[in-house]
């Protein structure tokens, strides 16, 4: 991993030989306020990209070690994103979600439809705290 020390001016200054970067990025650890010891070069040309790597892999920065490899998307990025509503996860879906007239389990987009519509039956609006934190505008 990458050393304490290692900023993006740093990082960016060991990779710049292999070509255009468009970015660099060290994630940061919020419980030690420093990175987690691990960066991303995104470079111009996926050419230069595997320049660098064929390159710096093994290589040493700041007494440390570097492996480096094509990013790979992250195995499970619902997990970390909060881009989509809870409801859209399939197991939060059927243990929360309710069901139709017919008893019937509600689908994602019938959820939606009816969050949208407030027509959400009481016994669908999911546990008794989710029913004490309702508000009424």
Same mark, same amino acid.
């Given at each position: 991993?990458?050393?304490?020390?290692?900023? /993006?001016? /740093?990082?960016?200054?060991?990779?710049?030989?292999? %070509?255009?970067?468009?970015?660099?990025?060290?994630?940061?650890?919020?419980?030690?306020?420093?990175?987690?010891?691990? %960066?991303?070069?995104?470079?111009?040309?996926?050419?230069?990209?595997?320049?660098?790597?064929?390159?710096?892999?093994?290589?040493?920065?700041?007494?440390?070690?570097?492996?480096?490899?094509? $990013? @790979?998307?992250?195995?499970?990025?619902?997990?970390?994103?909060?881009? @989509?509503?809870?409801?859209?996860?399939?197991?939060?879906?059927?243990?929360?979600?309710?069901?139709?007239?017919? %008893?019937?389990?509600?689908?994602?987009?019938?959820?939606?439809? @009816?969050?949208?519509? %407030?027509?959400?039956?009481?016994?669908?609006?999911?546990?008794?705290? $989710?029913?004490?934190?309702?508000?009424?505008?």
């Amino acid at each position: 991993g990458l050393a304490d020390d290692v900023d /993006l001016q /740093l990082l960016k200054a060991a990779f710049i030989p292999f %070509g255009d970067i468009l970015d660099v990025q060290i994630p940061l650890d919020p419980e030690s306020d420093g990175h987690r010891g691990f %960066g991303f070069v995104e470079f111009e040309l996926v050419e230069d990209a595997s320049a660098a790597i064929d390159n710096m892999h093994e290589s040493e920065l700041l007494g440390r070690t570097l492996r480096v490899n094509h $990013a @790979r998307p992250m195995k499970n990025p619902q997990s970390f994103s909060h881009s @989509r509503a809870v409801w859209d996860q399939d197991e939060w879906l059927r243990e929360h979600a309710g069901t139709d007239e017919q %008893g019937k389990a509600l689908t994602t987009e019938e959820f939606t439809q @009816r969050m949208r519509e %407030g027509k959400l039956l009481e016994k669908d609006a999911g546990s008794s705290e $989710a029913k004490k934190a309702k508000v009424d505008p």
